[in-house]
């Protein structure tokens, strides 16, 4: 564990049970880790090294101290503080028309991997929309028995994306909350 993911845990939980949760942390990350680098490609591995199995790891680990509604909202703040810095950058890059446009096209490019099935139907100067068909985030918390986890990564598109100045971010569902597709729609305020 990281220190500062430490600190936040401690400053939850206290220290001694964040002993614990770090010790069950530390066992499952490497477990899942040791497989998924037979299995993922290199780009999926990647992502999953850095945002979701670390995330997965987090909660079992306070899975044997609390129950998952109590794990799932102690993750959940801890993850939203995690990515706080990024979202006031992309508060105040899409505080502009050029960084708005910026900001789609980077956006869009980065969607062009194997971490999803996408499907981009628009993308143009004044809205941006895909719908994910397939997400690597929901299919490893079901692989590892924590479907119920998925959607906070889900939720944390509308706290990164939630006060865009000049942007709008709107969704109707998303895989991870049971529905067939996650529909992404990006719309010049």
């Known amino acids: 564990m990281n220190g500062l993911l430490r600190m936040l845990v401690k400053d939850k939980i206290g220290e001694?049970?964040?002993?614990?949760?770090?010790?069950?942390?530390?066992?499952?990350?490497?477990?899942?880790?040791d497989k998924e680098e037979k299995i993922l490609t290199a780009n999926q591995f990647k992502t999953a090294k850095r945002q979701i199995l670390p995330k997965i790891a987090l909660y079992k680990g306070f899975l044997n101290y609390y129950d998952r509604e109590e794990s799932i909202h102690y993750c959940r703040d801890i993850f939203y503080k995690q990515i706080l810095w990024a979202k006031y950058i992309v508060a105040f890059l899409t505080s502009t028309t050029f960084g708005t446009n910026l900001f789609k096209k980077f956006f869009a490019n980065?969607?062009?991997?194997?971490?999803?099935?996408?499907?981009?139907?628009?993308?143009?100067?004044?809205?941006?929309?895909?719908?994910?068909?397939?997400?690597?985030?929901?299919?490893?918390?079901?692989?590892?028995?924590?479907?119920?986890?998925?959607?906070?990564?889900?939720?944390?598109?509308?706290?990164?994306?939630?006060?865009?100045?000049?942007?709008?971010?709107?969704?109707?569902?998303?895989?991870?909350?049971?529905?067939?597709?996650?529909?992404?729609?990006?719309?010049?305020?």
């Open 110 to 189: 980065a969607l062009y991997s194997d971490v999803w099935d996408i499907d981009i139907y628009q993308n143009d100067k004044k809205r941006l929309n895909f719908d994910i068909k397939r997400c690597l985030y929901s299919d490893l918390c079901t692989k590892y028995g924590c479907g119920e986890f998925t959607p906070v990564f889900c939720g944390g598109d509308f706290f990164m994306f939630g006060n865009m100045k000049r942007l709008e971010f709107s969704r109707k569902g998303t895989i991870g909350q049971g529905e067939k597709i996650c529909d992404f729609h990006f719309k010049n305020k």
């Open 16 to 33: 001694k049970k964040t002993k614990g949760i770090e010790r069950i942390y530390c066992a499952e990350l490497k477990v899942m880790l």
